[in-house]
């Protein structure tokens, strides 16, 4: 089981991609024996520049150790991986809602000239489009489809249909941290988890051995970094422990009114 952290975009005073944070944001991660994700959206990457990707995409690649996911929604996003990313996380469509054969079709389609393998990322809040069991074992027998990041918010009777028969070689990852421990009890490989920004270590521990004591102080944290919406908790934590120069997001984003009050929140 194994714990990915989709990496925030430091920002500076100015407002600019702090690099050398981010550099060092990524090696305590590692340290932490988590992997890293590159351009999700907990990096606000909708609001980073072209070059702005490039360089985000070219530092992570060089300090990953091989282990790096990079999201990528795009023929040439997808392109801009090869020997830079092991996978790319691909979001369903949003917004258009082409229906399960749509969504299948267009993966089927992306997969055919990736040169990465890729993981779905379904998070029908922000898409629009549901998905059935049915429909992801479809995905999954799609050469180069290699796992869905799971994130419909909730339990659900079809994550439960899923993992109570699990296509194989085919990952399933818990993408609502607060649901982690219950999705590694039914057999999920892990989690990308913007949550383990903080105390990394201790959600790679629970992914290993599935304490229930850690399980549930876990979600406690998980419950509060996503109480406005995501990185800007987060943010705020990382800036008040002093392990990143400011909260700042980019707009349409806007930064927690009390950063400071979330020092608490880090060991």
Not at 211 to 232: C, D, G, H, W, Y
Request: with cysteine; proline share 8%; glycine share 6%.
């Amino acid at each position: 089981m194994t714990i990915h952290v989709p990496l925030i975009t430091p920002f500076d005073a100015d407002n600019e991609i702090a690099y050398r944070v981010l550099t060092q944001v990524a090696q305590e991660t590692l340290l932490a024996g988590a992997g890293l994700v590159a351009l999700g959206t907990t990096a606000e990457a909708a609001s980073l520049s072209a070059a702005e990707r490039r360089n985000v995409l070219d530092l992570l690649s060089d300090h990953s150790e091989g282990d790096l996911i990079a999201g990528a929604d795009t023929p040439d996003q997808l392109r801009s991986l090869n020997g830079k990313a092991r996978a790319a996380l691909t979001l369903v469509p949003p917004f258009i809602r082409p229906g399960e054969d749509g969504v299948v079709e267009h993966f089927r389609t992306l997969a055919a000239s990736s040169p990465v393998p890729m993981i779905v990322y379904h998070v029908p809040q922000r898409t629009g489009q549901a998905l059935s069991a049915d429909a992801i074992r479809r995905l999954a027998a799609i050469d180069g489809v290699i796992g869905i990041k799971y994130a419909t918010g909730a339990v659900d009777a079809d994550l439960v249909d899923l993992l109570a028969d699990p296509p194989d070689d085919f990952d399933v990852f818990c993408g609502d941290d607060i649901f982690l421990a219950p999705m590694l009890a039914m057999g999920a490989a892990g989690a990308i988890a913007a949550s383990a920004h903080i105390e990394t270590a201790a959600f790679v521990d629970l992914a290993a051995h599935r304490e229930p004591t850690l399980a549930r102080r876990l979600a406690r944290l998980s419950k509060v970094l996503f109480s406005q919406p995501n990185p800007i908790v987060v943010k705020a934590a990382l800036h008040a422990a002093g392990r990143i120069p400011t909260p700042g997001v980019r707009p349409p984003l806007l930064p927690a009114a009390a950063p400071s009050l979330y020092g608490s929140l880090l060991e």
